[in-house]
């Protein structure tokens, strides 16, 4: 076949013949997903349909007349281009391969037996199949083209198949699609099609990896009863259930359904009805099924390594995943007060905060009376609206739920949305003056004085490698745990200085009691918001010229370099005693339940030191569950990596500011050689690529905790590239490193491999 391709033949360059869309189902089918049954009519019939009829120049010559801003010349295009497509004779060598290909997907079977075919070709038998279109640039994560194009569902036989392909290909001429290309700089590219075994759904619905309105990291799934469209169309109200990633359902809010798609037998069409009367307020998904859905949801998302936004039905207890796209929006999160009293309310959809003249379109004539900047409120949005959304401040619905149309439209235009308000279109008038905050729903009548916090949720953007943050104090927990897959390096030593008594001081006198409560006090809080992602506390690792300034610290040894001098691994060693009481303190922990704790030994230079820790835990009973990982900071860690990981370190982490230092006998104090510190120079890149590589052989998880990733994010490209498992970042870069792992591990061959 030359012109047609089956879901598992798609590779993941298939992008250009088969589509965005397509491509997608080819890779669910590939992670083994329960996809529907289907059969791709390539761009290339597309092609040479455009080729043989010798309509490609008269398409082009109609499209480049046509001013877009122009509603009705745009539609007059449209419709001319439609009309010439329509008119054309499918060549025979594509004709003749949907038709053969279509038998062989109504027997299930790709090679047709001839006694298979007679029956087929009586017209039994066939198939009834969805045609969905999947252009080259559909289903991009950055646009998702929501019901651009046409779809035909439950088509039967085949005059009726050719005729929907002939349908669905002049769809990508559809007035919306023009606009919608031209607005966001597409080129009017090419069109495959998707022929599908449709799914009779009992049940349908769609899922979020991410709350699309509030960039919660959970899932949000919303369900109702038949197919699937009505949730798009917006005309009734899903059941929703939010579910944590770990499996809980944490909240359950059972709609109002009162329609249904179904299909019909007799007529084997789609009609709507209504809903039963026992089944309208009945809980559509099994928790059963919201399980498995979250199952299906978490591995795209951890394929796609994105936010994901997927399409399911359910029949016969099955349960078959229909489509899945990146999330198309990144949600900016602000924190907004305002102290009036709401007129209405919704479900808020698309966050943001406007206030603006409202304008009610009851229908598509309506449309020219909409200003730049108008508050357009209508009952649901339809694809033919697309080009009004776009000029508006905001847009409030009076139906719809997170997934409708008007939802997934305004939060890819990034105009603030609100749905479901039921009443809006009636309760207000053209040219009142309103106020609408959606990130809660609300609605204020004229202009009200609003204070507003920006918070920056990054959402969507899943990486391989884990983010984890340096902390020294229990400080704004909440929000840090959110975003971050745990602690690469908690620094225990300010907590200390900042208690003003030397810990041998406190030891010498009998005060262990007093060290063990400093300690818990700051690792405590932190391995419990953390829990159960991993916390590493370093040992202690303070320099004799910061001990000195403490209480007890006058009989700090004078060093002429600290910072090659006593501190770190090596002092912990000569003083145990302080060792064995940071390890007394981890040991608490543990036994209260926090296991995500673990010890991380600083400036260590050779496998006998770390051996030497090792039988200390072993004298305090420090347990299994505690990890003991090194830090790479001096060249004889990072050249010997192999020997330490062979003596069973649990992890090593590089601490770029001291292997900087030590690497290129700079120190990391002197202002006047600032300009030689670089943590770039080939020679560490050399030392950490020998790290990441070898901890990768054997399976221990390489990490970085030093500035270098924080200030110098370029850096990061080389760290991923070796295959490092996390990045451990200072509080405020968080969120600017998740976006440079993300676009470095996009182009690193080296992660997918891993991955
Ligand atoms: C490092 O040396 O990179 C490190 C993280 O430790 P500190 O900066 O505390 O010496
Ligand atoms: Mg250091």
Known sequence: ???????????????????????????????????????????????????????????????????????????????????????????????????????????????????????????????????????????????????????FLNVKGIKELLDSVKECWASLYESRAIFYRIKHGFKHSSIALIVQKMVNSEKSGVMFTTNPATGEDVVLIEATW?????????????????????????????????????????????????????????????????????????????????????????????????????????????????????????????????????????????????????????????????????????????????TCHAAIVSREMNIPCIVGTRDGTKMFKDGQLITLDSYKGLIYSGKVEIEKQKIEVPIGLKTATKIKVNLAFPKNLEEIVKKTDGVGLLRIEHAIINSRVHPAKLIGEGRKEEYIKILLDVIRPITKAFYPKPVWVR????????????????????????????????????????????????????????????????????????????EIAKEVELPESVKIGIMVEVPSAAISIEDFCKEGIDFASIGSNDLTQTTLGVDRNNAKILGLFNELHPAMLKLMENVIRVCNKYKVESSICGEAPSNKPKIIKFLIKYGITSISVNIDAIEKTRKVIFDAEKESKLIKERT
């Open 226 to 402: 038949g197919f699937g469209e009505m949730l798009v169309s917006g005309a009734v109200q899903p059941d929703s259930y939010i579910v944590s990633k770990k499996g809980e359902i944490f909240e359950k809010k059972i709609g109002k359904k009162g329609r249904m798609r179904i299909r019909d037998y007799a007529s084997d069409r789609t009609i709507e009805i209504s809903v039963p009367r026992n089944k309208i307020n009945e809980q559509v998904l099994t928790e059963g099924e919201i399980l498995k859905l979250l199952n299906y949801a978490l591995r795209l998302e951890n394929h796609y390594k994105r936010g994901q936004d997927i399409e399911f039905a359910i029949e016969k207890n099955r349960i078959y995943i229909l489509q899945t796209r990146a999330i198309t929006t990144e949600a900016k999160k602000e924190k907004i007060i305002i102290k009036a009293e709401p007129i209405l309310k919704g479900i808020g959809v698309s966050p943001g905060v406007v206030t603006g003249k409202v304008m009610i379109i009851h229908d598509l004539e309506d449309i020219s009376k909409v200003k730049s900047g108008d508050i357009l409120v209508t009952r649901m949005t339809s694809p033919d609206l697309v080009p009004t959304m776009s000029k508006c401040a905001a847009i409030i619905t009076d139906e719809g739920s997170t």
């Open 1 to 151: 076949m030359e012109y047609m391709l089956w879901l598992d033949q798609l590779s993941k360059d298939s992008g250009n013949i088969g589509g965005g869309k397509a491509a997608n189902l080819g890779k669910m089918v590939k992670i083994r997903l329960p996809v529907p049954e289907a059969f791709i009519i390539t761009t290339k019939a597309f092609n040479k349909f455009l080729e043989v009829s010798g309509i490609r120049s008269q398409i082009k010559e109609l499209l480049e007349e046509c001013d877009v801003e122009n509603t009705s010349q745009l539609l007059e295009t449209s419709k001319k281009i439609k009309d010439i497509i329509l008119a054309q004779e499918i060549p025979y060598p594509i004709k003749s391969e949907i038709t053969e290909t279509y038998k062989a997907l109504s027997y299930s079977n790709k090679i047709v037996s001839e006694e298979a075919l007679k029956l087929i070709s009586a017209g039994r038998d066939l198939a009834i199949v969805s045609v969905r279109s999947s252009a080259t640039s559909e289903d991009l994560p950055s646009a998702s083209f929501a019901g651009q194009f046409a779809t």
């Open 539 to 614: 040992t202690l690792d303070v320099r004799s010229d910061e001990f000195r300034n403490l209480e007890g610290g006058e009989a700090e040894v004078q060093e002429a370099n600290p910072m090659l001098g006593w501190h770190g691994i090596r002092r912990s060693l000569d003083e145990p005693k302080l060792l064995k009481t940071e390890f007394e303190a981890i040991k608490i922990l543990h036994e209260e339940g926090l296991t995500n704790t673990h010890v991380m030994l600083p400036f260590i230079i050779s496998v006998e030191e770390f051996r030497k820790a090792k």
